[in-house]
């Protein structure tokens, strides 16, 4: 059977995704319990990291932890990687040497070269273009709290980032609507759009585009990255902060998500994440169990 990878949601299908969403909840609650359950017992995951972390890192380093193996932070002063060698000849190190590879950094096709030459399972922990496990905890505290989300409508407001591009490849396989609230000049690419077979479409107006949604989601306006750019960037978002206010139009029993960390004040008001509508924090810690899902899933 060929290694599987997983660097966009696309590398799972729609069945394997709902089964693994369902997987983390019971390891949710197993986790709650504080049941011990170490199926990667004496298992590794090398963990790349050009981008910096708090969530990405401690859920994938505890949840090695949690499972009985164990996890190596690798910084680019750490590898070779950081003094020019090839991807392709780290891949096929790394990977004799450990049971899985998670990598965040800048370009998706850094991941997708990685993964070509790698003979273990690699995990897309970030890229500027795509941000799937995060999505897997996004639709994991979906159904958590309010149930399937097939047919509901999603809301994404702000930039057309690499969580707004998992969004439109989320709308696809989960089969809800998406409405994409972002200005002109920052919208996700055409081709996602065209992709997701009408499923997700850009409206100007976050007024509009919120109106009668069941989930409202939004990130940072300036992503790691993108620093110099954040004064002109704060000028073409003013109007797209998420605000109790902005959530009274969407669907009664809307839910408000944040993949942190949040800049108050900026793409959201300063009391947005306390609203009783915000799951941010739940959706925060089910990184750690949609991750966990995700590490059995691969490796086992």
């Known amino acids: 059977m060929s290694t599987r990878h997983f660097l966009t949601l696309t590398d799972l299908s729609t069945h394997e995704l709902r089964q693994l969403i369902q997987r983390a909840l019971e390891l949710k609650a197993m986790h709650r319990r504080r049941e011990v359950y170490e199926p990667l017992k004496n298992r590794v995951l090398g963990m790349i990291f050009e981008k910096s972390s708090t969530r990405t890192r401690v859920s994938f380093e505890a949840g090695m932890a949690q499972f009985g193996g164990s996890a190596i932070f690798l910084s680019p002063r750490d590898t070779q990687l950081g003094r020019g060698e090839p991807v392709e000849d780290t891949a096929r190190v790394l990977s004799s040497m450990v049971d899985a590879v998670m990598i965040r950094t800048f370009d998706h096709q850094m991941v997708e070269r990685f993964a070509a030459f790698s003979s273990v399972p690699v995990i897309n922990g970030l890229t500027d273009d795509y941000h799937p496990c995060q999505l897997l905890a996004d639709m994991q505290t979906f159904f958590e709290v309010r149930g399937d989300i097939q047919g509901k409508r999603v809301c994404w407001v702000g930039d057309g980032n690499n969580m707004c591009n998992s969004y439109i490849k989320a709308a696809q396989l989960f089969d809800f609507e998406l409405h994409i609230a972002c200005p002109e000049g920052y919208e996700p690419p055409a081709a996602l759009l065209e992709e997701s077979q009408g499923r997700a479409q850009v409206i100007r107006d976050p007024v509009e ?35 109790p206010a902005l959530m009274d139009h969407a669907a009664k029993e809307a839910i408000f998500m944040h993949c942190l960390p949040a800049h108050r004040g900026e793409e959201i008001s300063m009391d947005m994440l306390d609203d009783p509508r915000s799951v941010a924090f739940i959706e925060a810690e089910n990184r750690l169990h949609a991750q966990k899902a995700l590490l059995e899933f691969l490796l086992r």
Do not use: C, I, N, P
């Open 209 to 243: 585009a919120v109106k009668g949604s069941h989930l409202v989601a939004t990130d940072v306006w300036a992503s790691m990255g993108q620093e110099e750019e954040a004064q002109k960037r704060m000028r073409a978002f003013a109007s797209y902060q998420v605000s």
